[in-house]
């Protein structure tokens, strides 16, 4: 008996002085960082830029409730018979949206870079991630003409990173930053959050700012509350007028009557 107590009481001394371990599970984005996607995969070349790109995307949606898209990611050597090719994005035939013409993917996708892009590889990334998030039924809020419903914006501005053929150094536009979700972004412009639309981090260049005052709904269009300040000014005008009216008919009424009372 005196053994095996001791025994347990060995065991138990040993186990307050093991080693305390951490083990990975599913990458827990917090609130300040939108779950738009997460890297569940990805080899030695790709991870840190796959990581940072995803990063990029999550830090303009920080309130998205839409799919989670589930990123793996992989370098490659090259594209056989596509020499010009220096990136991919595919999703599972499982994970394709439904009905089709909206979102492209709402589930896993495989992006690969090529390799021999280098530090180049965030920036395929950036716009590979793209592909997977951006519903094709968005539009620019400035300039709703520009669509990206092929894919890629049309019109296209030369060196935008959501562009059909990507030249360095591109630059992400706020429509694109806005693309995913207009209604949990925290892309702006100065006419959307006038003195609030900050850099989105110091010695970031290239990227779009950030409007500090929007905790959670930014404006889904462009001017919705001068839409609403405006009907509010049309039903105080007609309100004052309708009231205006009736008090002149009252007013000459009296008028009349006191003319022809004064006549009589
Ligand atoms: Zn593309």
Not at 9 to 20: E, I, K, Y
Not at 122 to 134: L, N, P, S
């Amino acid at each position: 008996m005196a053994i095996a107590t001791l025994l347990v009481r060995a065991n138990v001394s040993s186990f307050l002085f093991a080693p305390v371990s951490m083990t990975t599970g599913p990458l827990d984005i917090g609130p300040a960082n939108g779950p738009l996607a997460t890297v569940i995969s990805s080899d030695a070349l790709s991870a840190i830029p796959v990581n940072a790109a995803v990063s990029l995307w999550n830090s303009y949606h920080p309130f998205y409730k839409g799919p989670l898209i589930r990123v793996k990611a992989t370098a490659v050597s090259s594209y056989p018979g596509l020499p010009d090719v220096i990136g991919q994005a595919s999703c599972n035939t499982a994970d394709l949206c439904s009905p089709p013409g909206g979102q492209w993917c709402c589930g896993t996708v495989a992006l690969t870079v090529l390799a021999s892009r280098g530090v180049g590889m965030f920036d395929v990334f950036v716009h590979e991630i793209g592909h997977a998030v951006i519903d094709l039924s968005a539009t620019d809020r400035q300039n709703p003409a520009r669509s990206i419903s092929t894919m890629h914006w049309v019109p296209e501005e030369h060196r935008e990173i959501m562009g059909a053929t990507l030249e360095f150094p591109a630059f992400m536009s706020v429509y694109t930053a806005r693309a995913p979700d207009q209604t949990t972004t925290v892309a702006c412009t100065e006419s959307d959050c006038p003195g609030e639309c900050r850099p989105p981090g110091a010695g970031a260049s290239g990227l779009p700012p950030k409007c500090t005052a929007w905790e959670y709904h930014p404006p889904a269009s462009t001017h919705p509350p001068d839409d609403g300040l405006v009907w509010y000014i049309i039903a105080i005008i007609l309100l004052w007028v309708i009231l205006f009216g009736i008090g002149c008919y009252i007013t000459r009424r009296r008028d009349y009557s006191a003319l022809n009372n004064y006549e009589i």
